[in-house]
């Protein structure tokens, strides 16, 4: 499974808003220098975590760029990590061909060919596929930018809840950032993990394909406010980072607010200027993950009464139900929901099902948007064929009724 980055943005779009409800840490430091220092506390610092040790190396390039075009200012600190390889599938040589990993402060520069802004640390070879590694860039950040409020920005293949290398089952857990010099990834669980270990952050953008799952939203529940992802697989470009920024310098956004920013211009790539989607319908959304415990009583409560209804009509429900990617496990919630409800003659299940659609839509999800009318926010793991006892092991399933569900539908 593929993901291709999203490029930043260099202009703001017309259309109208929505309404919101709203040890060590490194082996080379390289000194700081005062102008790059912090005396007073901004609003927001965006931790970019830019994995380009794969064949995303030249789009990690360009987007260092773009984010120059916006830069740090009084209110927004920007600071990225990024790495770098040589002789994979897509090989960038620009910029003198540096490889290994670099931390950066992120400042404006028109340049789009070079990268301008300070190197405040060159790490050698760093794993990037380590969730330590993701945990000491989230701690240095915080450390050296301190600000009211923490975005995180994961950046790099992603495939949902499943490994993106398929050699990495055997070391499950695995999903994102896949690093080709060390063969790792960061599964789920263990960006959690490096969350819980680096103190948390109130937003965190998936930027991956896939990651718009209820396991995957689930796992982060507890060590962030809001989260934003794709339920589907993500085009070669999308452009929205230097709009996002821009709105955050305006004034003083909530999480919610910018996981509402996040989709918002996502969208506006698309609409505004003829993005290309390459062949799969764009999908955006945001949520509130402090609603996700809520939301996984509510949707154990539709499995317990579905558990119990007839087969055929889950069964047809599986089979029509909008899936992501290549990965037909994959189904979109609301769209399954939506079929069971309108095939089933149980009135209790249709009871369940009218209250899970209408939390996931207006509790969960802050805003959803998608090129196709099937896809409403998240996807859920309904097997196609064989279960895979591996998404017993995640704290969805742990907490909650879904997995009993997923196995229960995977020879129906």
Same mark, same amino acid.
């Given at each position: 499974m593929i993901f291709w980055l999203l490029l930043s943005a260099h202009s703001c779009f017309a259309f109208d808003k929505s309404p919101v409800t709203v040890g060590q840490i490194m082996e080379k430091e390289v000194k700081i220098n005062a102008s790059f220092q912090k005396d007073k506390e901004a609003d927001w610092t965006f931790m970019w975590f830019i994995n380009g040790k794969n064949d995303l190396e030249q789009y990690a390039m360009i987007d260092i760029n773009e984010l120059e075009s916006s830069g740090s200012d009084s209110k927004v600190n920007i600071v990225a990590e990024m790495g770098r390889i040589n002789g994979q599938d897509g090989d960038d040589n620009s910029d003198g061909n540096w490889v290994g990993v670099k931390r950066y402060f992120i400042v404006k520069d028109a340049d789009r060919n070079? =990268?301008?802004?300070?190197?405040?640390?060159?790490?050698?070879?760093?794993? $990037?596929?380590?969730?330590k590694e993701l945990a000491d860039f989230i701690v240095?950040?915080?450390?050296?930018?301190?600000?009211?409020? &923490? *975005?995180?920005? $994961?950046?790099?293949h992603g495939n949902g809840w499943k490994p993106v290398d398929e050699n990495n089952w055997q070391n499950f857990y695995k999903g994102f950032s896949l690093d080709e010099e060390t063969g790792n990834e960061i599964s789920v669980p263990q960006m959690a993990k490096a969350l819980s270990k680096a103190g948390g952050v109130d937003f965190i953008l998936l930027d991956g394909c896939n990651m718009a799952m209820a396991s995957v =939203?689930?796992?982060?529940?507890? &060590?962030?406010? #809001? *989260?934003?992802?794709?339920?589907?697989?993500?085009?070669?470009?999308v452009v929205r980072y230097s709009s996002v920024l821009a709105e955050v310098k305006k004034g003083e956004l909530s999480p919610e607010d910018l996981?509402? &920013?996040? #989709?918002?211009? &996502?969208?506006?790539?698309?609409?505004?200027m003829s993005g290309d989607n390459e062949g799969a319908a764009a999908t955006q959304s945001a949520f509130r993950l402090y609603k996700a415990s809520e939301f996984s009583s509510v949707l154990d409560r539709w499995v317990s009464v579905a558990l119990k209804s007839d087969i055929s009509v889950l069964s047809k429900a599986k089979k029509e139900a909008k899936f992501f990617g290549e990965d037909p496990d994959y189904k979109d919630l609301s769209d399954f929901v939506s079929l069971v409800y309108k095939q089933t003659q149980s009135q209790e299940l249709k009871k369940v099902s009218i209250e899970l659609d209408n939390f996931l839509k207006k509790d969960f999800i802050i805003y959803n948007w998608a090129q196709d009318s099937k896809s409403a926010g998240l996807s859920v793991y309904i097997p196609s064929e064989k279960y895979r006892e591996e998404y017993s092991g995640l704290k969805f399933s742990k907490n909650?009724?879904?997995d009993e569900f997923a196995r229960f539908m995977a020879d129906k």
């Open positions: 070079k =990268i301008n802004s300070p190197v405040l640390a060159d790490l050698g070879k760093k794993d $990037m596929g380590s969730w240095w950040s915080k450390k050296n930018y301190p600000a009211k409020k &923490y *975005a995180l920005i $994961m950046w790099d =939203i689930y796992e982060l529940k507890d &060590y962030a406010k #809001v *989260a934003a992802a794709s339920q589907e697989t993500e085009p070669g470009m996981g509402f &920013y996040f #989709v918002y211009y &996502y969208r506006a790539y698309f609409e505004q909650g009724l879904w």
